[in-house]
């Protein structure tokens, strides 16, 4: 649920970051954290264990311009992808704008890729909201590593409906900045048609 | 959409920060903020310029979620009263109408008992002046800037 102040003259919206265990969801933040300039950028929080898996969440909140005189506000979470963590990962969800599913590319991940945006999709559906109808992209991570499916396979199990989707290698920043355009203009569009 | 859009307007707002403006005095507090339960802020008051309070909004909004969802499985309404009580900083959060955050910092110079009178009285203030803000967002018509942006808006602003 996006938030329009007219005092301030901005406007805010809520990513989520969704996706398997070590997919590299926080690997995602941290790389938009390093590379963004200081004034538009807030303090990034991690929530996690001591072995560094999220616990409850990241968060980073991103300023990404002007339209129109609004500043767009982004604010960017991660959700625990470990399994057992599914309570914390519905309440992240809660007022979501917009979704970047973050698959693992390894073969032997495939199995909790598809979990995994299974887990979403019921997630979503109880709190009113269905996968098909909100901002939503697919990144596929991972892709410096050896035993990877290839995309055409990636996308037959993972994105059927043919939504935009992107290979990255998150350590390295590769893809990183186009998802989360990617899913920002979805969302700025969204709120135009709904305007 | 499925939720409604949360929006601020000039005369709401006004309202709303008069009212935290207000309670940072009458509560002798260091800092009082309202975050949305997404973790938005909607306004602050008092020594702001020494916390995060972009930070602290995010972080309020994940401790209601959290408390809620123990709420849930106990079959227990929300719990609408936090405190949290440190060395030298206290902070209480007040679930206001279901729907905001209220959150007051407060050291020694303060007391519980003068906090939780103050944001009594705070809370039903603001109860009205958001319920009387989401029947104006409800109105038909209630404009948005976005329904007039471009394709090329929005284009633009990943152009660099
Ligand atoms: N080789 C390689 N490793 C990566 C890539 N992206 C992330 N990693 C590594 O994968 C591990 C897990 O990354 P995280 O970002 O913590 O994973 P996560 O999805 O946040 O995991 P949870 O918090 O448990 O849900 C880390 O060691 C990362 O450095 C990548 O593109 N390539
Ligand atoms: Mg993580």
Redesign the pocket.
């Known amino acids: 649920m996006s938030f329009i102040n007219y005092m301030a003259r901005e406007i805010n919206c809520k990513l989520v ?1 969704y ?12 790389y938009i954290y390093e590379r963004t300039n200081p004034e538009a950028k807030g303090k990034m929080i991690s929530l ?1 264990t001591e072995t ?3 616990l409850f969440f ?1 968060f980073l909140p991103l300023s990404l311009g002007e339209i129109r005189g609004f500043k767009t506000r982004f604010h960017l979470y ?5 399994v057992f ?1 599914d309570a914390s990962r519905k309440l992240i969800l809660k007022g979501v704008d917009g979704v970047i599913f ?1 698959a ?1 590319s390894q073969i032997e991940r495939t199995e909790a890729n598809l979990e995994s945006v299974e887990n979403l999709r019921t997630n979503l559906a109880e709190q009113g909201y269905s996968l098909d109808k909100l901002p939503y992209v697919v990144q596929y ?5 050896p035993n990877v499916a290839s995309v055409e396979e990636l996308r037959g199990m993972l994105n059927p409906t043919n939504i935009p989707d992107f290979e ?5 920043g ?1 893809g990183v900045f186009d998802t989360l355009k990617a899913v920002a203009k979805l969302v700025l569009t969204e709120l135009k048609k709904n305007g | 959409m499925i939720n409604p859009q949360m929006v601020m307007y000039e005369e709401e707002f006004n309202q709303i920060q008069t009212v935290v403006d207000r309670l940072v005095r009458d509560a002798n507090a260091k800092v009082v903020f309202i975050v949305d339960k997404n973790g938005q802020l909607i306004a602050a008051s008092g020594d702001i310029d020494n916390v995060d309070t972009t930070s602290l909004a995010s972080l309020t909004a994940g401790n209601i979620a959290a408390t809620g969802g123990m709420a849930k499985l106990l079959k227990e309404n929300e719990f609408a009263t936090q405190f949290h009580e440190g060395e030298k900083a206290n902070i209480h959060i007040q679930l206001v109408g279901n729907r905001v955050i209220l959150v007051v910092i407060f050291d020694s110079r303060s007391s519980l008992g003068l906090v939780r009178l103050r944001v009594k009285k705070a809370s039903e203030e603001l109860n009205l002046i958001f319920e009387s803000l989401l029947k104006k967002v409800q109105e038909p018509g209630a404009d948005s800037p976005f329904a007039e942006i471009t394709d090329d808006d929005i284009d633009n602003l990943f152009n660099d």
């Open positions: 970051y996706g398997p265990g070590l997919c590299g969801k926080t690997t995602n933040l941290q996690a560094e898996r999220t990241d991660t959700v625990p992808g470990q963590y973050v693992d991570n991972k892709r410096d590593l990255a290698v998150a350590r390295t590769v």
